[in-house]
């Protein structure tokens, strides 16, 4: 044991080992956290709901109403419970890519065309601007476009009363960057420290698991997300990736 821990590569091994063992361990114990409430919420109206049919008043339609309510309760929280676990094995399983050559610029089009009659249905502006020059990532685009479309959909909830979402492209010859802002309430000092932690969320109703997913996502992709914010004026998340250079190379000589 000694000699193991005298070798910095397999101390550095086995201090993974003990990190990735406290990260599921806390998934874990996240997840568990998280279904007690719907499965208890599940729970109390499939006794109410045994009780009413069991009653022998004669009032059916009342019966049959009351049924009728519990098991649209008993559906959204199974619905929740579906949700729950595919974003939870999402987040737990590697995502397996399939790379391409994308241009950032095209991928942001389609995220606008698919999520503007939604946010115009909010009252919100979407402003967009892209780069004159392809952009071109070695990306999985769908995946991409699900971290895109999260980022947007949080900005989206951000916004109740409506307002403005701005995203924009931008680069520094090696890195893209895309950042999408909007006009919302703002997120706290307090929330923002915690924000990509899993089964954190400052929604009702919320999984807490969608910036964890899409952080692992940019990561995977060798990128890195980072957002600011102030409350009561908006947020901006950033998606920063490394560029590729698509151009062909120079034509070999047959000769």
Known sequence: ?????????????????????????????????ELRNPLSTIMINL???AEDLQDGRPDADDVRRRALLKVETLRREAERLQNLFDEFLALASPPRLQN???DLNGVVKHLVEFFEPLAHSKGIEIQV?????????????????????NIAVNAQEAMPDGGILRIELAHDG?????????????????????????????????T???????????????????FES????????????????????PAESTG
């Open 1 to 33: 044991m000694e000699q193991i821990l005298d070798n910095p590569d397999a101390a550095l091994i086995v201090e993974r080992c003990r990190q990735t063992i406290a990260e599921m361990a806390e998934l874990a114990g996240g997840l568990a956290h």
């Open 47 to 49: 006794r109410l709901l």
């Open 100 to 102: 391409r050559l994308v």
């Open 129 to 149: 601007h892209v780069d004159k020059s392809p952009l071109t990532c070695s990306a999985d685009e769908r995946l991409l476009s699900q971290a895109l479309l």
């Open 174 to 206: 090696k890195i893209a960057t895309v950042s999408v802002s909007d006009t919302g309430v703002g997120i706290s000092g307090d929330d923002g420290q915690r924000i990509f932690q899993p089964f954190y969320s400052t929604k009702a109703g919320g």
């Open 208 to 226: 807490g698991l969608g910036l964890s997913i899409t952080r692992r996502i940019i990561r995977e992709h060798g990128g890195e997300l980072s």
């Open 230 to 249: 102030e409350l009561g004026r908006g947020s901006t998340f950033r998606i920063s990736l490394p560029l590729v250079d698509a151009r062909p190379g």
